[in-house]
């Protein structure tokens, strides 16, 4: 799962949604803003729970839906949409 954390928030970065971990923390996790550097430095006791990756689910479709992605672009982060709420499904089972 964090795997898929650090890509969504590689991904938001390279297109300019984001600046730092502390703003995706924050505003994408819900969570503090030394969240993601924490969970980096200490991957193996810091799972996320269903709940961090439910709300990056949230945030990240609300976003895909307010950017009006174009139809090339749009499977890649639909994709990415998928497997965070594979992710999150994962957490809860």
């Given at each position: 799962m964090m795997e898929v954390i650090v890509e969504t928030f590689t991904l938001l970065q390279e297109h300019?949604?984001?600046s730092g971990g502390r703003e995706f923390s924050v505003e994408?996790?819900?969570r503090s803003p030394s969240y993601l550097s924490s969970m980096r430095a200490r991957p193996a006791s810091r799972r996320p729970?269903?709940?961090v990756m439910m709300t990056l689910y949230v945030r990240f479709r609300e976003y895909i839906?307010?950017?009006g992605m174009g139809e090339d672009v749009r499977p890649t982060w639909d994709g990415m949409a998928?497997?965070?709420w594979g992710a999150a499904m994962h957490r809860i089972k």
């Open positions: 300019g949604v984001v994408w996790l819900g729970s269903a709940g839906e307010e950017a998928e497997r965070i």
